[in-house]
């Protein structure tokens, strides 16, 4: 692959076109190819391109005809696994918008289907937010010690209106654990760098949404859960959802406890803490705030999806793996489901219940 790469475009509604702008943004990057059904989410994108670009309202004419090296998918999440399974027969380089699929089960066929030859980057960019992904690297250096506990709080504006409201239905997105909170169950794994054992939680559709009907039927998506995952070391993680909790400062909030002291991480603001037991006493952390100097343009999340980009750019002329592939993406799904199971049968629930007859383990 020369330094040029010819990017196509599945899916052209609001996140596909954050996708193009950051695109645009990295120099060597080149859209040559756009496909969506939908004529005014088309018509959009085209006009952000330049109008010139080739464009389709199917994902197989794209494969067919579309002159691409690579390719970003940001469709609606039902419609996942079908066009991955159809890309990765085509063997062409992929960038997946979170989640990887609405099951684990569909994310086994998809991670089957793969083998060791498909080069497939599941979009899970919070872990390149500036703030959190210097508390990673934090973690990674010991500076805690061992992970015990990791929380993570988002608070945060209801779901966006999305093309034909896809987005207000369990059915199309995988219910909100899947959806939203795919994004914060990979962070837990990845930062306590451990594999889920169980999974409870809470949650329920209090506020929003409930006054719209579509088609003679409400929006069934939850606006806000408590989640309590245990890991395989012991370590546990915790997430505290809100929807309905825009009038606050920070979006999200990432701490992360170990034996030997404590980080936080908050976004948009992002600012880093850390203190050291022994060292510090409440009150008295070291607070700095955190800078990438990698983003260049920061879209809506914080300048994360640029990053991410820029490393699957960086991947793709290497010929390396991803950094978040379709295990990542696997395990991040897996916990979703079992938490919107746990909350349907209020009880605790097993990882290999859910996970049984997908063929990976933990």
């Known amino acids: 692959m020369t330094d040029e790469i010819r990017f196509g475009i599945v899916g052209t509604g609001m996140m596909g076109i954050e996708h193009i702008l950051d695109l645009q943004a990295i120099e ?26 080739e464009s389709f309202t199917n994902h197989q004419e794209l494969l067919k005809k579309g002159k691409v090296d690579a390719l970003i998918v940001a469709t609606p ?17 992929v960038m997946i918008e979170k989640p990887l699929c609405t099951t ?14 498909a080069m497939v980057w599941v979009g899970l960019e919070y872990r390149y937010m500036p703030a959190v992904a210097e508390l990673i690297e934090r973690v990674n250096a010991g500076i805690v010690g061992t992970v015990r506990m990791v929380s993570i709080r988002e608070h945060r504006f209801p779901f966006l209106k999305k093309v034909e409201n896809w987005n207000r ?86 701490s992360v406890v170990g034996d030997l002291g404590k980080l936080e991480a908050l976004v948009p603001e992002s600012v880093m803490r850390q203190g050291i037991r022994g060292k510090h006493w409440i009150g008295s952390v070291e607070e700095t705030h955190s800078e990438n100097p990698e ?28 950094e978040v592939g379709l295990i990542e993406g696997f395990w991040s799904v897996a916990v979703g489901e079992a938490a919107h199971l746990s909350i349907e049968r209020k009880s605790t629930v097993e990882i290999d219940e859910v996970i049984e007859g997908t063929g990976i383990s933990r």
């Open 28 to 53: 060597g990057n080149v859209i040559t190819a756009l496909c969506d059904p939908n004529e005014n989410s088309i018509k959009a994108a085209k006009e952000l391109t330049g109008g010139e670009v």
């Open 295 to 322: 983003i260049l343009n920061a879209g809506t999340h914080n300048g994360s999806s640029y990053v991410e980009h820029l490393r699957f750019r960086k991947a793709l002329l290497e010929g390396s793996e991803p």
């Open 169 to 254: 239905f369990n059915v199309n997105t995988g219910g909100t654990m899947v959806e939203k909170c795919c994004h914060f169950f990979d962070l837990m794994n990845l930062i306590t760098g451990d594999l889920p054992v169980r999974v409870m939680a809470s949650g329920g559709q209090d506020v929003n949404h409930l006054d719209e009907e579509y088609n003679g039927t409400t929006p069934d998506i939850l606006d806000n859960a408590y989640v309590i995952v245990e890991f395989e070391s012991g370590s546990r993680g915790m997430l505290d959802l809100c929807m309905f909790a825009e009038a606050t400062k920070n979006q999200e909030e990432v």
């Open 104 to 117: 684990t089960s569909d994310c086994a066929k998809v991670i089957s289907t793969a083998g060791n030859d």
């Open 77 to 93: 999440n039902m419609t996942h696994t079908e066009i991955l399974l159809d890309i990765i027969e085509a063997k062409i380089p």
